[in-house]
């Protein structure tokens, strides 16, 4: 199976966010699609800075 070096790289930065997120995404708090695109634009390295 063959992965896109560009989709890999996007969700790999996914396993950065902060516990308070993907407990949101898991419980199905955070809304979806509008999210997700949103989260890997431009995603702060700072939990705190991902909260606000």
């Known amino acids: 199976m063959k992965l896109n070096h560009s989709f ?3 969700v790999l930065r996914l396993t950065l966010l902060a ?3 993907i407990e949101g995404i898991l419980d199905r708090r955070q809304a979806e699609a509008a999210q ?3 989260l890997l634009r431009n995603l702060p390295e700072c939990w705190a800075e991902q909260l606000s």
């Open 8 to 10: 890999v790289s996007r």
């Open 19 to 21: 516990p308070d997120i």
């Open 36 to 38: 997700r695109q949103e």
